[in-house]
C-alpha cells in the first residue's frame, strides 16, 4: 500500500512537471532569443506562446563544380540519340572527383549556410544529416561536422545520421520540425544536412548519377511552414534499390522496379494526404474532395526528370479515378475510356501513363517544371533531391508568385520509404521579408550551375575509376588539383592507416 502510494505521487509530480514544460514554453532562455540576430531569420520573441509556423527558414545548395555533358554520354556509351535527355529528361550530370567525399560536401554545405546568415555557431541546438552514402557503418558524418562548431564551443548540439535510401533528408527534415515542436526544445535553431554522391556501375543506370548536398535552417515563423498534421507516409519491404556490399559505392538496382515501387508509393502517400486534409477541412466546415487543384506548386524526389513529369500526370490519374462520374465527364475530357481502372492494375499501362501525360501538360508546366532546374543540369542527388527541387522552385519564381500557396511534397526512398507532405508559403512577400530573402539568396542557381567545368566522358570515367580504385583505400591522400573546386569547398586531404579522414578548405 506504502509502495502505491509513493508511485502515485510520484506520477503526480512527473505530470505537474511536464504540465509547467507545456504549459510555459516562454520559459526558454533569454541569451537564446537574443541571439536570433541573423539577416534571414526572424527572432522569436520572448512573449510568444510555443513555437508556431516551424518550417524552412533558408537554404543552400552545394553541387560539385564538374559535369558531363548527357549528349556526350549518349554518343560515347553508343545508344540512340534522345535517350538520355529526353528519354530520361537529364542534360548534364554532376559528379565528384576522389578529393570530395559525403563528410566534405555536407562540412561545404553547412559552413556555407552559417556564413552567409552569419548565424553565430551556438544558436544551433540540432543538427541531423540524410544521407545514403555510407563511408563509416558507426561514426556518423555528423560528428565530423562538429569540427565546424569547435571554435564556438558549442557541443549541446542534439542529432545524428539517418538512413533509408533517399529518404534520409526528409526523415531529417521531420525530426527536426518534431523536437522544435516537442517540450525538448530550447529555443535554438535546428539545422538538417542531406547529401549524396550518386554513382551507378556501368550500364543503363549510370546516366542517373548525380552529386550534391543542401542545408537547411529550420525555425519558427518561417517562409516555409511544415503544415501540421498532413503527412501521409508509406513503407513497405522491397528490394528496387539497396547496397549490401560495403567494398562497393554502387547499389544494387532493379530500375524497372524501383519506378513501379515510386509510382505505388506515391498513390498510397497521396490518398493518406487527401483523407488527411479533408479531415482537417471537414472540421472546418469545407466538404469537398482535395485535388491537385489545391496545391499552387508540387515537387518530387527526382532521380530523373522524366519520371518527375509521369508522377505528376499520375496524380492527375489519382483525382480523376476518385472523381464523380459528373466530374470524370466535365472537368478530364476525353480521358473516358480510362474509368474504371484500378490503380494497382496501371503501373505497366503505357496508355495511361500517355493519357495523362498529355492531359496534365499545362499543371507539369505551371506547378512543376521550375522545381526541375537543379535536377535536369546535375541529376539525382538522393537525399537531397527534393530539397534541391525546392531550391530551383524558389529560383525560378519571385516571392510575389510564391505567397500564400501551397508547395506539396513527395519524398521517396527506395527499400521503401515516401511521404506525401506540404509547405504552407508565407502571405508576406515584401521587400525584407524572410520569404523574399530566402528567394533571392538562391536566384543565383542557374549561374553558379552555368560556371561549372564541362568534362569529357572519357574523364569521367576516369574518375569513376579512380573512385572505385580509392574506395576504401588507406593511407592515401586523393590525387588531384583543388584549383577546379568552387571557392569555400572543402576537400578530402589524407586518409591515414587507420582511415581517419582529414580535411582542408578551399580559400574563399
Ligand atoms: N529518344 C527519346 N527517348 C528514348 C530514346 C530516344 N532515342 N530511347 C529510349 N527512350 C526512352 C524510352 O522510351 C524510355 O521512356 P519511357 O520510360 O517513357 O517509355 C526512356 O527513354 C528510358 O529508356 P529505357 O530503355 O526504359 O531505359 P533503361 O532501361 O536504359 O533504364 C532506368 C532507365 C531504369 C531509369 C535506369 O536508368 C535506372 O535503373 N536508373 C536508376 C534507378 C532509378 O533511378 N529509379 C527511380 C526510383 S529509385 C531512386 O531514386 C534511385
Known amino acids: 500500500m506504502q509502495r502505491l502510494l509513493t508511485l502515485a505521487k510520484q506520477a503526480l509530480q512527473v505530470r505537474r512537471v511536464m504540465e509547467e514544460v507545456l504549459v510555459t514554453p516562454a520559459r526558454l532562455p533569454s541569451a ?3 541571439r536570433f540576430s541573423t539577416a534571414s531569420a526572424v527572432p522569436l520573441a520572448k512573449t510568444d506562446p510555443w513555437p508556431k509556423d516551424v518550417g524552412i527558414l533558408d537554404l543552400e545548395v552545394y553541387f560539385p563544380a564538374q559535369y558531363v555533358d548527357q549528349t556526350d554520354l549518349e554518343k560515347y556509351y553508343h545508344v540512340e540519340a534522345g535517350k538520355f535527355t529526353t528519354g530520361l529528361g537529364q542534360t548534364h550530370m554532376g559528379f565528384c572527383s576522389v578529393k570530395e567525399d559525403i563528410n566534405s560536401l555536407c562540412l561545404t554545405v553547412v559552413q556555407k549556410l552559417m556564413e552567409r ?9 540540432r543538427l541531423e544529416v540524410g544521407t545514403e552514402t555510407i563511408i563509416d557503418k558507426s ?3 555528423k560528428t565530423v561536422l562538429m569540427e565546424l562548431f569547435q571554435d564556438s564551443g558549442n557541443t549541446d548540439i542534439e542529432g545524428i545520421d539517418t538512413t533509408n535510401a533517399c529518404y534520409g533528408g526528409t526523415a531529417s527534415l521531420f525530426n527536426a520540425a518534431n523536437w522544435m515542436e516537442s517540450s525538448s526544445w530550447d529555443g535554438r535553431y535546428a539545422m538538417v544536412v542531406c547529401g549524396d554522391i550518386a554513382v551507378y556501375a556501368s550500364g543503363n ?3 542517373t548519377g548525380g552529386a550534391g548536398a543542401v542545408a537547411m535552417l529550420i525555425g519558427p515563423k518561417a517562409p516555409l511552414v511544415l503544415e501540421r498534421g498532413l503527412r501521409g507516409t508509406h513503407m513497405e519491404n522491397v528490394y528496387d534499390f539497396y547496397k549490401p556490399d560495403g567494398t562497393t559505392e554502387y547499389p544494387i538496382v532493379d530500375g524497372k522496379l524501383s519506378i513501379q515501387c515510386y509510382l505505388r508509393a506515391l498513390d498510397r502517400c497521396y490518398a493518406v494526404y487527401r483523407q488527411k486534409i479533408q479531415t482537417q477541412w471537414k472540421q472546418a466546415g469545407i466538404d469537398r474532395p482535395f485535388t491537385l487543384d489545391d496545391l499552387q506548386f508540387m515537387i518530387f524526389h527526382t532521380p530523373f526528370c522524366k519520371l518527375t513529369q509521369k508522377s505528376l500526370a499520375r496524380m492527375v490519374f489519382n483525382d480523376f479515378l476518385s472523381a464523380s462520374s459528373e466530374i470524370q465527364a466535365s472537368c478530364y475530357k476525353g480521358l473516358e475510356a480510362f474509368r474504371g481502372l484500378k490503380l494497382e492494375d496501371t503501373y505497366a499501362n503505357k496508355d495511361v501513363e500517355k493519357a495523362f501525360q498529355k492531359a496534365s501538360l499545362d499543371t507539369f508546366n505551371k506547378k512543376t517544371k521550375a522545381s526541375l532546374y537543379l535536377s535536369t543540369y546535375n541529376g539525382n542527388t538522393y537525399t537531397s533531391s527534393l530539397y534541391g527541387c525546392l531550391a530551383s522552385l524558389l529560383s525560378q519564381h519571385s516571392a510575389q508568385e510564391l505567397a500564400g500557396s501551397r508547395i506539396g511534397a513527395f519524398s521517396y526512398g527506395s527499400g521503401l520509404a515516401a511521404s506525401f507532405f506540404s509547405f504552407r508559403v508565407s502571405q508576406d512577400a515584401s521587400p525584407g521579408s524572410p520569404l523574399e530573402k530566402l528567394v533571392s539568396s538562391i536566384s543565383d542557381l542557374p549561374k553558379r550551375l552555368a560556371s561549372r567545368k564541362r568534362m569529357s566522358p572519357e574523364q569521367f570515367t576516369e574518375i569513376m575509376e579512380q ?8 593511407n592515401y591522400s586523393p590525387p588531384g588539383d583543388t ?3 568552387f571557392p569555400g569547398t ?4 589524407r586518409v591515414d592507416e587507420l582511415h581517419r579522414r582529414k580535411y582542408a578548405r578551399c580559400p574563399v
Do not use: N
Open 32 to 34: 537564446a532569443h537574443q
Open 490 to 493: 572543402w576537400y578530402l586531404d
Open 139 to 141: 561514426k556518423a558524418v
Open 483 to 485: 584549383e577546379s573546386l
Open 467 to 474: 573512385r572505385e580504385h580509392f574506395f576504401k583505400k588507406v
Open 117 to 125: 546568415t552569419k548565424l553565430p555557431w551556438d544558436s544551433v541546438g
Open 205 to 207: 543506370a549510370r546516366p
